[in-house]
């Protein structure tokens, strides 16, 4: 079992940042990669971006490239996603999630992933 534990969210203004942290923990073979999604109110849930948790890799979406960025504090267990340059269209929930085996090209699907968090709310106000 993996538990994944999202904090972080909140409300700011358009133009500013969040930093998302994720914290993970469990059976470590069950958590090979970290990703972070978002679901805006009434849409799918999206890939955001996606870390290895041994390895620097990363992957973004094209929406958030530039003004994302995904990183890892091993020792820590956590994932963190800062978050720059926000715009109104970031509003959402946004959910870590863990996964065991993907290729690198599909690090944003959420069926990748096998594990999830309850999700940290978003919103930008313009």
């Known amino acids: 079992q993996v538990q994944l534990v999202e904090s972080g969210g909140g409300t700011v203004q358009a133009g500013e940042s969040l930093r998302l942290s994720c914290a993970h923990s469990?059976?470590?073979?069950?958590?090979?990669?970290i990703g972070w999604f978002r679901q805006p109110p009434g849409k799918e849930r999206e890939g955001v971006a996606a870390?290895?948790?041994?390895?620097?890799?990363?992957i973004y979406a094209d929406s958030v490239q530039g003004r994302f960025t995904i990183s890892r504090d091993y020792a820590k267990n956590t994932v963190y996603l800062q978050m720059n340059s926000l715009k109104p269209e970031d509003t959402a929930m946004y959910y870590c999630?863990?996964?065991?085996?993907?290729?690198?090209?599909?690090?944003?699907?959420?069926?990748?992933?096998?594990?999830w968090g309850q999700g940290t709310q978003v919103t930008i106000s313009s």
């Open positions: 999630a863990a996964g065991v085996s993907s290729t690198y090209h599909r690090l944003l699907l959420a069926s990748s992933y096998n594990y």
């Open positions: 469990g059976d470590a073979n069950s958590r090979n990669f």
């Open positions: 870390i290895y948790t041994d390895d620097p890799h990363t």
